[in-house]
């Protein structure tokens, strides 16, 4: 965690932040839009309501008990809003406060926040829905009541398309500006110009006064998708000072702290590392994918493996068979462990699993996978 100084980085967000929303976008590109609002970048944020919050607040489902004895939290859903109270009952001490907004899609998990002054707060029983089971926050310990976690702007700048600090700095705290979620304009900047001249010129096919990502150099792509998913780096310029377009290395310092990129968080640097990455000239996170809508069957990333790679030069083509080409993501970019996120539970910590971004040949992956494909014996 950053000093609670870092929040007095953040400050106002120049006036031509204030971009049109998602419905003036979808005026003339609806069908990206509706596609669009169901990706988990959209869906990353949010306020906490009954069709955002993911976590289970049934009676016998929602209470997650500690290796403390008598400390405990109980999760409660209580006229339209929820809650987290940590109890510890050999005190008699108890503190509640209600989820204000949600931090992640709900595919993997979620964490949730309290507001408190003007300052966001980390609360301590996140979700995984998985699972289905509630778990002490990533970074909290077991057994401990705190709700002391600021959340600092370099994390919003993640998960939300803009956060306002109030315009006096001397009191550091977010104004009641922002925007949740990733949105059109986090990748495609302010849109209002874009809009007006589209609106005065219908005619117009090219889009005028708006970046556009496929016609960048690869630097520029790379650095808008970095700018989240390159890993922890040190600032530069304060948060949401960065536009789509800009020189990243502007912004944000190199990760250096990391002999090898995790697989959470940076993805950006273990595609760098693959060869097939050093041999183009092209490639980038967009030759595979398409932020504008889900991509969660890995068999329809096949066809971009095989614009480069022939399966009858596979080694193991005989020996794999038919599988062989619904195989090349789990084989070349296998889930793996993350070091970055430690999951703390009452009877165990454990960690989750990413899909790697380092291309590559996974030896004791590819013997595991063909040995599953051999037929079993009678």
Known sequence: MLSLLLLGLLTQLP????????????ACHPRIVDTFKETAHYQTSSRADASTVAGDFTAGHNVLRTRSPGVFFNLRQQEGAFYETGVDSSSGASRTERIDLVVGSGRRGQTYLYWRNGLLFELPVSYLTGLQQWINSPGYPDGQIDFGRVIEPRCLECHSTSFAMSRDRRVRRYSGDYQLGITCEKCHGDARRHVQYHTAHPG???????????????????????????????????????????????????DTGRATPDVHGNQVGLLQRSRCF?????????????????????????????????????????????????????CHMPNQRSTAIQINTPTRQSSLYFR?????????????LLQSSKPSGN
């Open 278 to 330: 050093r041999s183009s000239i092209h490639m980038s996170c967009s030759t595979c994918h398409d932020v504008h809508r889900p991509q969660r069957d890995l068999a329809s990333f096949v066809p971009k493996c095989l614009q480069c790679h022939e399966t009858s030069r596979h080694p193991n083509a005989a020996a794999i068979g038919a599988r062989l080409t619904g195989l090349c993501v789990d």
């Open 204 to 254: 117009e096919t090219r889009g005028q006064f708006i970046f556009n990502p496929a016609r960048a150099t690869r630097t520029r792509r790379m650095d808008l998708c970095a700018l989240c998913h390159s890993g922890p780096r040190d600032l530069k310029r304060p948060p949401f000072s960065f536009r789509p377009g800009d020189r990243l290395d502007d912004f944000l310092f190199a």
């Open 15 to 26: 006036s031509d932040s204030a971009a049109p929303g998602l419905g003036s976008c979808r």
């Open 356 to 368: 790697s971004h380092a291309i590559g040949i996974y030896r004791d992956v590819a013997a595991e």
